[in-house]
Structure formats: C-alpha cells, structure tokens
C-alpha cells in the first residue's frame, strides 16, 4: 500500500480511537454526575423532600466531557507526539528559555512583593486594598514561612512531620500571652515566640530522635492534637474557642497606628488610615519570609543540609 493510501487508515484508526475513549469518559461522567449532580433533593415550603432531575445540565457536561477527549485524542497528542520528534532541535530553545526564565523570574518577583502594597493601593484605593494586603499579602507570606520551615524537615531530611503546625501554634499563642499580660513589646516578642517555638521542637525531638516513617508521623500527629487540646480546654489561660482578644497591636518602633497627635500618621504627616500598619506588617514578613528563603537555600549547600539529604536518601 502506498503512503498515501496508509495516511487514511492511520487517520481512521486514530479517529476510531478517539471515539472509543470519548465513549469511556462519557460512560464516567454518567456515573459521577447522575448521582451528583442530576439528582437533586429539595424541599418545599411543607418541609417534605422531594427528588428533581437536571438532565440538561448532565448532558452539557457529559458533552464537555467528550468534547475534551475527542480534542486530547485527535489534537493535543499527534502535537505532542509531533513536538517530540523535534525534540533536538527545540530543546536548545527549551533550554536557552529555561536560562532566561530562571535568570530573570528571581528579581521580578523579588521586584513584584516589595511594590505589591503600592499596586494594591493604587488599583483597589484604601478600602479595597486592605483586604488584598492582609489576605493576599500578608496571610500567604506567613505560608511561605511555614511551607520553607516544613520543607526542611520532610524535603531535606525526608522526616514526616505531621504536627508541624503545632510549634506554628505554640509561638503565635506565646506571643499574645506575653503581648497581653508582661507587656512585651512587638519587636521583643518577634524572635522571643520563634525561640519559644523552636525550644518546643527541641523538646520534642530528643523523644522521637530515633523514630522514623510511620512511628515519627504518629508521634508527631500526636504532639499535634495535644497541642491543640491544650489550647482549646486550657480556657483560663487560652480563653478556649473564643481565643485571645485584647492584645495589644504592633507598634512602629515605639510610634502607634492609630488617630492621635502621638501616632503614625500624625508623626509623619500623613492622613490617618488604617492601612499603614497593614503595610508595616506586610514589609516586616516579607524580610522575614526572604530572610527564611536565604537560610534555607544556605542550608541546603552546608555540610548538614547535605547530612539531612544522605538521611532522606538512607
């Protein structure tokens, strides 16, 4: 048979293919939206239950579903398969990208969190972008923080720690007992929560120094949910669900976020706004989060990273 008479047949059985797999995911999502999604359980204003259907929207998305096989089989595959028979020839300019991208995205992002507050300002004004600065700024480098702290642990080491947050739990609630009933100051209770935080690390890591796998997860888990039993029925201390309230807020080196002669605002001769001091805390966890970024790079190239890399490995 001629390669032109060979095309249709490789065409055809491409095509059959397709239609084999569409009618499998199609099959699929029957089972899955029928229960879900076209049965609906409602009840009326007698409180009795009664069962609707919605078969039109299972067929849209049963479509959708068939729709995205034919399309993966017949057009995002043979591109693939096609890229992939290019590969020596694209893969300089593959890596050639990848150099730029990683020579350039470090400074762009490092450029795009320092203004963020700014930008945030000017597209969102006051009002709008305190919710930005808070939640999308402030909450997520707190993550940053705890997502660098556990990577040593469980990237490095390979140690699975399932009650990580725990020691999260031990500095945040130190820090508003301490704020709240001694009077320390913000940048005194800064690094004294974290050492209190680590010291409970340490406390519990002589215990399970030789634990590995399955038993350090129990223990760890353990420690966890002691911790958080602690804190919720140690209420004269803990205040129980309700948490800690009347603790005292963040201060500018002495200089409060508030409306009065002696404030922020008026110090610098500024309108009041309650902004200002979610841009202090905004700019005091992102040197935070970039102080524990640089450690953690460090520590990855020191002889102990590479020890808890040989451990992981072991």
Request: hydrophobic content about 55%; aromatic content about 14%; proline content about 5%.
């Amino acid at each position: 048979m001629s390669p032109d008479g060979a095309r249709p047949d490789g065409a055809a059985g491409t095509a059959l293919r397709a239609v084999k797999d569409a009618a499998i995911w199609a099959a699929v999502a029957l089972g899955i939206f029928v229960p879900l999604i076209g049965l609906q359980a409602v009840q009326d204003i007698r409180g009795e239950l009664r069962l609707d259907t919605r078969w039109p929207l299972v067929a849209v998305l049963v479509a959708m579903v068939v729709a995205g096989s034919l399309l993966n089989s017949l057009l995002i595959t043979p591109w693939h398969e096609r890229r992939a028979r290019r590969v020596p020839r694209a893969g300089a300019a593959v890596g050639r990208f990848a150099a730029a991208f990683g020579r350039w995205f470090p400074p762009f992002a490092i450029g795009f969190v320092i203004v963020f507050p700014f930008l945030a300002l000017w597209l969102s004004g006051v009002q709008g972008s305190v919710k930005w600065i808070d939640n999308f700024g402030i909450q997520i480098l707190i993550y940053v923080m705890l997502g660098f702290g556990l990577n040593i642990v469980v990237g490095l080491a390979g140690l699975l720690d399932l009650g990580y947050v725990a020691f999260y739990a031990v500095g945040a609630y130190s820090y508003a007992l301490l704020a709240k009933e001694f009077g320390f100051s913000f940048f005194t209770l800064l690094p004294l929560a974290g050492i209190l935080a680590a010291f409970w690390g340490i406390i519990l890591g002589f215990p399970v120094l030789r634990l590995r796998g399955d038993y350090l997860a129990i223990v760890t888990l353990a420690f966890g949910e002691i911790i958080r039993l602690v804190l919720i029925n140690w209420v004269p201390v803990t205040n129980g669900y309700a948490g800690i309230s009347g603790i005292p807020r963040p201060t500018f080196f002495g200089i409060p976020f508030n409306a009065s002669d002696s404030g922020f605002a008026a110090t610098f001769g500024l309108e009041f706004s309650p902004i200002y001091r979610g841009i202090f805390l905004y700019y005091i966890i992102l040197a935070l989060a970039l102080l524990t970024a640089f450690v953690t790079v460090r520590l990855r190239r020191l002889p102990i990273g590479r020890a808890w890399e040989a451990l992981r490995e072991d």
